[in-house]
């Protein structure tokens, strides 16, 4: 069976930093690309990051220069390390695989991990 389990989430103060794990299981984690997306109550999902099979990055705005995402295929896991939090950062954080290569299209979603940004 397909499974991402994410942890790591937690209660943190401004300025603090977490790191958010996404471990996978029942499919081949290295063909597929992995991205974190985030949903705010009353928000729609957003991307955060991602990162390729190859392992290029690319993030949303509001993260650049404080989150990093990357992956270990050798323990099928992918890894958010949030730095610098901010409130704005309170969010359920979900973990995302994509296989899309040729003309075929895969994604399977983690249940996400709550992370909360206050003092």
């Known amino acids: 069976q397909v499974q991402l389990v994410e942890s790591g989430g937690t209660l943190v103060q401004p300025g603090g930093s977490l790191r958010l794990s996404c471990a996978a299981s029942?499919?081949?984690?290295?063909?597929?690309?992995m991205s974190w997306y985030r949903q705010a109550p009353g928000k729609e999902r957003e991307l955060v990051a991602s990162i390729t099979i190859l392992g290029r990055t690319n993030y949303a705005d509001s993260v650049k220069g404080r989150f990093t995402i990357s992956r270990d295929n050798a323990k099928n896991t992918v890894y958010l390390q949030m730095n610098s939090l901010k409130p704005e950062d309170t969010a359920v954080y979900y973990c995302?695989?994509?296989?899309?290569?040729?003309?075929?299209?895969?994604?399977?979603w983690g249940q996400g991990t709550q992370v909360t940004v206050s003092s």
């Open positions: 029942g499919f081949t984690f290295s063909s597929y690309a």
């Open positions: 995302n695989a994509v296989y899309a290569m040729g003309s075929s299209r895969t994604d399977y």
